[in-house]
Structure formats: C-alpha cells, structure tokens
C-alpha cells in the first residue's frame, strides 16, 4: 500500500479527538470543573436558525459575555485579563446564514462573534439577500449558487460591529500534493466545495475543479498554507484519459506532474495571506489582523510569513496543542472547541463532556 502523503496532524482521522483527551489536551471544564483562566474559542460554519439558537440562549441564560478579536488578541498577548466569564464564537467560511441567521439572532442576543471570510469566492450582489424574519429567506441558502456572503453583506456586518470579519485565506484552497492516483472526476462524483482542488495559480481568477472536469484524475490534496508542493496534472495526461479512462492509474508512470518550485510554494502561500488581508480591508474599511488557517493547518513556511504580512493572531491547530485559549500562549496556535461543547461551559443545565453527542 503507498505511503500516506498527507502528515498525521493534517489528517481528519477519528484518532486525533482520543489522543487529545488522553493527553489532557482538552480543557477541565468539559468534565464538570470551574472555567477558571480559560477563554474558550467555539468554531461553527453552517447553521440554522434552530440549531444555533439554543446555543445562544445558554450563554445568555448563564450570563457569558461574547468576545472578538481585538480582546482575544489582548487576552493571548497578556495585554488583558478575563474579567468575567467570556467565550469567543467564530463562524468559518463567512456562510450566507451568517447575514441571513447568526447576526439576527446576535442582535436579539445582545451578542458578538467573528466570521472568518474568503475573498476569492465572494461575489457581488445586487441587494443583500432576505434574512430569517424577512419574506423570501432561504433556510438551505448555504447549498445555493452563491453560498458565501456577498461583499455588500459583509460590509454591511462589518459596519455595524456585531460581526468582526477577519481572514480565512484568500483562496482556502486544496492543493494536489502527491502523484498517487486515486480515481477520476464522474459525473456523479460528490464532494463538499471546499474540498475540490484549486487548480489556478496565485494572481489568476480561481479556478477549481468540479463536476463538469470529468475523467480529470483526482491525487491526494492538502492545503495550500501546509509545507506541500502543488502538484499539477499535465493536460496532455488529462486528454489522453479522456481517449482512454482505463489507462489513468499508469499514465502518470510516463507523463510528468508539473511539480511547483520552493520558491514558486512560498510565492503562493504569501499572496494567500497578503491577498486576503489586503482585499479584506479594502473592501470592508475594517483592519484584518487575524486569520483562521483552513483545517486548522498553518505550516511552518505560513507561521513563519505571519508576522511580515500583518497578522497579530492565526487560529491553527498543532499536534498536542491546548484547545482553550490562555494568557502568554503561543499566538499563532490559537486552538479551539467544537460548538457542541458549550452545554458543558459552568451554568443551569450544564452537561458533562461525556453526555455530549
């Protein structure tokens, strides 16, 4: 069997969550304990508005205050102490359902939270779209055409504050990472949309495949802020397919992948961090000096780039890493909880980590 050319710490595998309780990895109070100096950071993406709320009215029923990057930032640099019992809420992606649900229902909570955008996949609209108390919302808007928030909506967020948008990549981009061939592009082929490799280059339009690049030979992928190199199929590979899908898995033993260049790597991962940052605040008139690595995944060249492009912060997973944010930790390792979780903050009704689904 061919070696794995995804890292362990990159890969979604159901070992990562059993190593980190056994580690110690996850915060005590999951387990019954008091918060003590911990900030607890919760991701979410798509929601609903009856999937979220409940969540929202637990916070407030047991009186957590909501932060958002500017103080996140002070907690972890030691320039601000936790006061009162404080939680951070970050939606990834900046889904349509953060206009249409979640900043609704933050104004009906009195509640703040971060969304961390994707500006090469964000599109203009002509108005922004209905929300969940207006005529004509779309409960499924984030399986539609246009599944993001329009730039007029996240301006719009970003103007009234209750939403901080910060980065999440300019591209979130899935590279091709290894020439093991794995299978072909059907039609009926299915994947989530931020799962589809990105085959453009920096500085050109994004292109991804899809569904319709059928018999284009799908290789192991890892994203574009990971150390890999980006792997390209050559077109005549792809044409040759097309005459003969049969002969995909040996193809690749007599034509060769364009494989990018260290230099051309570290290229791609700074317009990644600088394009979005700078596209962001043009855009929004707000300063980006957070981003959210995609998967969690900030490889060594990325941290490294962090700083000189403007980033204070980064929330990035690490093997071993703590899942609670706490004073004088390493700011660009910011680690979090699933949403599920916060029943098992302290308050009425709390539940213990092991009673969670």
Known sequence: MPRNPVPFGERNTKLRKPLDICTGRYPTFLYGAKLGSFLPVFSFEKVTLPYLEPYLVYLMENGYQTLQTPELQDIVLG????????????????????????????????????????????????????????????????????????????????????????????????????DQFQRLILPETDMPLLEWPVISDPGEPLKRLGPSNVFHPLLPTRTRLSNALKHDVDPSVVRRIHDDPNAAPY????????????EDREKAIRFELEQSKGELEDKLGKPVTQIRCPRGICGGIAESLLH???????????????????????????????????????GRTRKCYWYIK
């Open 79 to 178: 320039k601000r102490k936790i006061d009162a019992p404080s939680v951070v809420l970050q939606f990834d992606g900046a889904w349509a359902s953060v206009w249409t649900v979640v900043a609704p229902l933050l104004r009906r909570y009195n509640m703040r939270a971060v969304t961390f955008a994707i500006p090469g996949r964000i599109q203009h609209g002509e108005k922004p779209r209905p929300t969940w108390r207006q005529p004509g919302h779309d409960p499924a808007i984030d399986h539609t055409q246009n599944p993001f928030c329009t730039w007029e909506e996240l301006r719009a967020l970003a103007d009234e504050g209750r939403v901080d948008v910060q980065s999440h990549s300019w591209s979130h981009a899935q590279i091709f990472c290894s």
């Open 251 to 262: 193809l690749f033993r007599q034509y060769f992948l364009q494989i990018e260049t260290e």
């Open 308 to 346: 000189e492009c403007g980033y204070e912060t980064a929330v990035a997973d690490k093997l071993g890493g703590f899942r609670a944010c706490v004073p004088g930790q390493n700011p660009r390792r910011i680690m979090r909880l699933d949403h599920i979780y916060i029943p098992c903050l302290p």
